[in-house]
């Protein structure tokens, strides 16, 4: 996982879930524009999640 994303994710949450689909970057695009915070923490779980799927 990589430092820089981690930080994009809390500046600017859909560009660090731009790996995604579509759907996902317009969901946390929205959570985005309704206030910070829920687009911080989808953005955060997936990351968690993909980092997860990973190991796996």
Same mark, same amino acid.
């Given at each position: 996982m990589d430092?820089?994303?981690w930080i994009? %994710?809390?500046i600017l949450?859909? +560009? %660090?879930?731009?790996?995604?689909e +579509?759907?996902?970057i317009m969901l946390t695009g929205l959570l985005t524009l309704l206030g910070w915070l829920p687009g911080v923490?989808?953005?955060v779980f997936m990351?968690?999640?993909e980092?997860?799927?990973a190991s796996a």
């Open positions: 430092i820089r994303r994009l %994710a809390f949450p859909p +560009a %660090a879930v731009t790996n995604k +579509a759907g996902t923490a989808l953005a990351m968690l999640q980092k997860r799927q």
